[in-house]
C-alpha cells in the first residue's frame, strides 16, 4: 500500500530552476526519514537529498548550495527545489522512505531534463 507519485518534470534550460512534488500514501510518513534520488537510462540510481523526521538535511556534493529538500508532514508531501540546473542534472528523479540506509518503495520518477 506504500506509494510515491512524483511530479513537476519538466526541460529547463542550464541556470533555470524548478520544484519537484512527491506525494506519498500508505505509512506514517512523519516518522520516516525521506530521500530524493536520480537515475539516468543505464546508470546507478543515485542519493541527491534526505530529509529526516526532524527535519535535519544532508545533500550530495554535487547539488549542494543548489538544490533544497523540503517536507510538509500535515500533507504527506515531499518537495526537491532545484537551483542553476546543470546539464548534468538530467536525469528520472525518485522520491522514497530510508530504512536501513535504503528505499524500500518506488514511484514512476519524474523527469527533468536540463538543454539548451
Known amino acids: 500500500q506504500v506509494q510515491f507519485v512524483e511530479s513537476g518534470g519538466d526541460l529547463v534550460q542550464p541556470g533555470g530552476s524548478l520544484k519537484l512534488s512527491c506525494t506519498a500514501s500508505?505509512?506514517?510518513?512523519?516518522?520516516?526519514?525521506m530521500g530524493w534520488y536520480r537515475e539516468a537510462p543505464g546508470k546507478q540510481r543515485d542519493l541527491v537529498a534526505i530529509?529526516?523526521?526532524?527535519?535535519?538535511?544532508n545533500y550530495a556534493d554535487s547539488v549542494k548550495g543548489r538544490f533544497t529538500i523540503s517536507r510538509d508532514n500535515a500533507k504527506n508531501m515531499l518537495y526537491l527545489q532545484m537551483n542553476s540546473l546543470k546539464a548534468e542534472d538530467t536525469a528520472i528523479y525518485f522520491c522514497?522512505?530510508?530504512?536501513?540506509?535504503?528505499?524500500?518503495?518506488w514511484g514512476q520518477g519524474t523527469r527533468v531534463t536540463v538543454s539548451s
Open positions: 522514497s522512505r530510508r530504512i536501513a540506509g535504503r528505499g524500500d518503495y
Open positions: 500508505g505509512y506514517p510518513f512523519s516518522t520516516y526519514t
Open positions: 530529509i529526516f523526521s526532524n527535519g535535519t538535511v
